[in-house]
């Protein structure tokens, strides 16, 4: 392949600016925001998960407890009947006055139970709630970081890609000249070793870094001006320098 010498000089601008994409890109899908957030999502899905698990237990106690309070106001109210019976002197048979007492007696028993139950609930409904109240302030704390993590990830990745899109302006301005044929052969070596082309000086492929051995080398510099030099070593596309060596 033949090509105009400043034509072949132009692939190390383009090499160059290549390079700062290839870094830009690097940065921006290695930002350390990006892990941060990844760590905070997942810190975010468990305590949320367990905010479910505590509201959850929250709603249930709060039935257990209207349940516990709607059962303890029936055995009152069933006992202040038979109080108010008692009292009234309406039941004088001997048998259904003991019978009357004796319901008393359980009523009050089951009323304690009922009672004692009633405060466990809600001793219980307490104890759940101050854990909801926990989990939900240290979501609302990682939520918070989270939104700053990528309020800062966005930020960054803005300017990248504008230092991105100056540098493909600038790549623009160093491919003019450049023949396609010589470009289309470029990217593909890009494609292939991560650069396309590479400088040659005193006597070493600036590409792979190895140094050219003497009878390459001679072949290399027999080759004319405008003929578009490959490193023996890595197939790299080789620019001539004034320090070339050859």
């Known amino acids: 392949m033949k090509a105009d010498p400043t034509a072949q000089a132009a692939l190390l601008e383009l090499q160059a600016q290549d390079a700062i994409i290839a870094q830009l890109q690097h940065r921006r899908n290695t930002l350390p925001e990006i892990a941060q957030i990844t760590e905070l999502e997942a810190r975010a899905k468990e305590l949320d ?9 929250v709603s249930d106690l709060t039935r257990d407890q209207k349940k516990a309070d709607a059962e303890v106001e029936q055995v009152k109210t069933r006992r202040a ?11 004088s048979n001997p048998k259904d006055l003991a019978s009357l007492q004796h319901e008393l007696v359980a009523l009050e028993r089951r009323i304690g139970t009922l009672e ?18 926990n989990v939900q302030g240290d979501l ?8 700053q993590k990528i309020a800062a990830r966005d930020a960054a990745i803005v300017v990248l890609d504008e230092q991105a ?20 052969l470029y990217d593909k070596l890009r494609g292939q070793y991560g650069t396309g ?4 000086r005193a006597r070493r492929c600036e590409g792979c870094r190895l140094e050219i051995n003497g009878a ?26 004034p320090e070339s060596g050859l």
């Open 49 to 57: 998960g367990q905010r479910i698990e505590h509201d959850t237990a």
């Open 81 to 91: 009947r038979d109080e108010e019976r008692l009292g009234s002197g309406a039941v």
């Open 116 to 133: 004692d139950d009633e405060l466990e609930i809600m001793e219980a409904l307490e104890e759940a709630q101050a854990r909801l109240t």
């Open 140 to 147: 609302d704390v990682v939520r918070a970081e989270l939104g």
């Open 165 to 184: 899109t100056d540098a493909q302006a600038e790549r623009g301005t160093s491919a003019v000249g450049v023949p396609p044929d010589l470009i289309a």
């Open 197 to 200: 082309a590479a400088a040659l």
């Open 216 to 241: 390459d080398l001679r072949e290399l510099a027999a080759q004319p001006e405008d003929e578009v030099l490959r490193c023996p070593e890595c197939s790299r596309i080789l620019i001539r320098t």
